[in-house]
């Protein structure tokens, strides 16, 4: 139980593109998803909460304009990079709350980006 | 606000030898506790977790951590490593309040033959 998936897993686009990665909650429903970024050889940097129904809450220093999330249903949250430069390639990752196991963080593959 | 230490950045090991990663944190209020293992190019696995109760807690893989509150530590040990431990290991905290987790700059063990 608690799996939890992205999709693409790894992409490839142009400076000044969008794009979109989703993220799953495969056997569970999830109220509440976090999305984060992770450079080379570094710890996890939360970006943002992502509340099924609501607006997300963006850290402190993380333009919600480029980086729109939807969090749509409880078992699917979006995050858009919009005008992705070369700046914002790194790796993002997604983890769920489950509603039984609140306490708990259930992490994403993650989904290596780049930006040309 | 929490804040996490890992105190080695890097622990060489050696297959089949016991390997202890430790981990510090400060916090103003009680906090949930955890290990998770990321391979390379992969998302973040959970290893364990302490809620409350019995400060010694067993993860998956044979790994096990104590909870130490007087020392504000989360120390990570496991007696016998094989070389698929290879990875990062992240030790993390979070506020029961918001479920937030703050990581600590993580931990590689390398396991050699």
């Known amino acids: 139980g608690a799996v939890v998936s992205q999709h693409p897993s790894r992409v490839i686009c142009k400076s000044g593109t969008s794009v979109k990665i989703e993220c799953r909650s495969l056997?569970?429903?999830?109220?509440?998803m976090f999305w984060y970024r992770q450079f080379p050889k570094q710890s996890l940097m939360l970006m943002a909460t992502?509340?099924?129904?609501?607006?997300?809450?963006?850290e402190q220093g993380v333009e919600k304009d480029k980086f729109l999330i939807n969090h749509a249903s409880l078992t699917l949250s979006t995050l858009t990079v919009t005008s992705a430069h070369p700046e914002d390639s790194s790796f993002y990752i997604c983890?769920?709350?489950?509603?039984?196991?609140?306490?708990?963080?259930?992490f994403g593959p993650g989904t290596r980006l780049l930006v040309l | 606000a929490q804040s996490v230490t890992q105190l080695d950045s890097q622990v060489p090991v050696f297959e089949e030898a016991p390997v202890e990663l430790r981990c510090n944190y400060s916090?103003?209020?009680?906090?949930?506790l955890f290990w998770y293992v990321q391979y390379p190019n992969q998302g973040l696995q959970l290893l364990l977790k302490?809620?409350?109760?019995?400060?010694l807690v067993k993860g998956i893989n044979g790994f096990e951590a104590e909870f130490n509150k007087s020392q504000t530590s989360f120390h990570l040990r496991k007696p016998s490593v094989h070389i698929s431990d290879t990875a990062e290991y992240f030790c993390?905290?979070?506020?029961?309040?918001?479920?937030?987790?703050?990581f600590g700059a993580g931990t590689t063990v390398t396991v050699r033959a």
């Open positions: 983890s769920a709350l489950g509603l039984a196991e609140q306490e708990t963080q259930y």
């Open positions: 056997d569970f429903q999830a109220t509440t």
């Open positions: 992502s509340n099924e129904g609501s607006k997300a809450t963006y």
């Open positions: 916090s103003s209020v009680s906090v949930y």
């Open positions: 302490y809620l409350s109760g019995s400060t």
């Open positions: 993390a905290v979070s506020d029961p309040n918001d479920y937030k987790l703050s």
